[in-house]
């Protein structure tokens, strides 16, 4: 592997991503054991032909064009990681929660070292403006950080009281044993570290599958982990697509299911957990409401609404994508939001002006693009934006729709981009049933100088997570997950090291 790097290059640049992608990475292979296996090496043939012979190609959102060709894994790869694991698990589920605290930093102390480098793939990869992308390394090293720290402090006993004076019960956790965890695109890196950090934690072997879509920044994690000497087999990644997914998530030996995406595969994935009963999470999508009530000030309010819905150009599940205004001060709010959305910078993710970069993929172009003709056929009333930009790449304007009514499918859908729809309310209580009017209930934003009220707010809106005057920080403490079909369990915090461990209970007599 040659390793030179050009010191003339930016480190966050598209040269350097090239760079680490052509010097580091390892294309065309699965991460099985503790060693790169290829899958097939690519012919010369199938070299100039993107489709040909099972070749998967990897893009640059902001320009459409192939950054990489690779070969996905396949369901012997699935089959082989299965067998890796469980050999695994028996010395890792044995280690000290120190030892395994010990390896959680080194995985950290090894994303910082390479975190010019995991971002400028990223930014290549996904498309994201650079500072979104080290936010996302941040948050990954964070969340390896947050576990290590907490599984360093569990006690391998706590007692419980009991009102039987005649015995003991201890309590103790178990790891639940091999897991499955699917990942998706939207934010590669930080939705793997939400749950290998706390499987890992738990004692935990695992089989981490990246989305096809996005492999770039977690083929680094390969690296990683063989540079710290994580034992064999307690990590393998399956670069693979639906079959390898579905593979993983059938397969009787894997005990826990954790899935991120859309509600559409969740469903499939929950089916797929029934085949030898398998405990499972699922992270799904939103649709959730900012609600800025009448005292609300008007600047804040313009930039927690456009940091909710065009961050990441509005691929966030979290994405605060229905505004819910005061009538009162819907007029003026409204005003200032189109100048400042009209004010944001469009264009590719390493430009050091770009505020928004592009979608991700032309499948999610081709899905943004349908609502925006929806929206055309239901005449809903445009503020600013609505089109697909007429450039190389997957751009779509910021997009804002006002007096949108319930029926619509815009209220309705996840659509998974940068557009915007809103409607008016009269008082808190009309505020509160439209916020409750979905089938997802993930998170929700509200603005208001009156703490106490919003903070009732938050006590009478079905979501998981709320943010009162503040910008969508998720922090490792924090539970993340939602209610109704934005999926079932929590991430992050203690929760999401619960959802890797079970409970034992001793009894004994005194
Ligand atoms: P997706 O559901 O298409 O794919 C997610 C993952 O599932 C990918 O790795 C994919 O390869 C895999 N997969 C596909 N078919 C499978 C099958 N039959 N069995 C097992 N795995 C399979 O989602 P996406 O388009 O990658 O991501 C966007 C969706 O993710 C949105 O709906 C969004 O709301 C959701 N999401 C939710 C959260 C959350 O925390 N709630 C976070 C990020 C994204």
Request: glycine share 6%.
């Amino acid at each position: 592997m040659n390793m030179t790097t050009d010191s003339s290059i930016s480190a966050i640049s598209r040269e350097a991503a090239f760079n680490t992608l052509k010097n580091e990475l390892v294309l065309n292979a699965a991460y099985i054991d503790g060693e790169w296996v290829t899958v097939a090496p690519l012919s010369d043939e199938s070299d100039s032909n993107s489709n040909s012979d099972n070749v998967h190609c990897l893009y640059d959102p902001s320009v459409g064009q192939v950054i990489a060709k690779t070969r996905l894994s396949t369901t012997a790869h699935v089959e082989a990681a299965v067998t890796a694991a469980t050999a695994a698990l028996a010395s890792w589920s044995q280690t000290t929660v120190s030892e395994r605290a010990r390896y959680l930093h080194a995985i950290a102390d090894a994303l910082e070292e390479r975190f010019d480098k995991v971002v400028a793939l990223s930014v290549l990869n996904n498309g994201k403006p650079v500072e979104e992308a080290k936010i996302d390394a941040s948050d990954a090293i964070a969340s390896y950080r947050y576990y290590a720290n907490l599984i360093a402090k569990q006690e391998t006993w706590t007692e419980v009281s009991t009102t039987e004076s005649s015995v003991r019960l201890l309590k103790t956790y178990a790891p639940i044993g091999v897991c499955a965890l699917i990942v998706p695109w939207n934010f590669p890196m930080v939705t793997s570290a939400w749950k290998l950090a706390p499987a890992l934690a738990a004692g935990c072997t695992v089989l981490l599958k990246p989305s096809e879509v996005t492999l770039l920044p977690e083929l680094m994690l390969g690296n990683i982990l063989s540079s710290i000497g994580l034992p064999k087999g307690v990590v393998n990644i399956l670069p693979g697509a639906a079959e390898v997914g579905a593979a993983m998530t059938s397969h009787t030996l894997i005990d826990k299911i954790s899935f991120t995406g859309s509600n559409a595969i969740g469903e499939k994935v929950m089916t797929q957990a029934a085949k030898g009963i398998k405990d499972i999470s699922l992270e799904l999508g939103g649709k959730s409401a900012i609600v800025v009530r009448a005292d609300a000030d008007l600047d804040l309010a313009c930039e927690l609404i456009v940091g909710g819905i065009f961050t990441n150009a509005g691929q966030i599940c979290s994405a605060t994508s229905r505004l819910l205004v005061h009538c009162d001060i819907a007029e003026s709010l409204y005003q200032k939001l189109k100048t400042h959305t009209q004010n944001i910078n469009i264009g590719e993710g390493f430009a050091a002006t770009t505020q928004m970069g592009p979608l991700v993929s032309q499948q999610q172009l081709k899905q943004v693009h349908n609502y925006l003709q929806i929206a055309t056929e239901e005449n809903l009333a445009c503020l600013t934006g609505g089109q697909v930009l007429n450039r190389a790449g997957y751009f779509v304007s910021p997009t804002i729709y006002t007096k949108v009514p319930k029926t619509s499918r815009l209220w309705t859908e996840e659509i998974f981009g940068p557009v915007l729809v809103s409607t008016t309310f009269r008082d808190d209580a009309e505020a509160l049933r439209l916020a409750n009017d979905s089938k997802f209930a993930l998170a929700a934003t509200i603005v208001s100088a009156d703490q106490s009220s919003a903070l009732e707010m938050a006590l009478q809106i079905n979501a998981g997570h709320f943010w009162i005057n503040e910008q969508q920080i998720v922090l490792p403490e924090a539970g993340w997950g939602g209610f109704k079909q934005s999926g079932i369990g929590r991430e992050l915090g203690e929760d999401g090291l619960a959802a890797y461990q079970k409970s034992k209970h001793v009894l004994f007599a005194k």
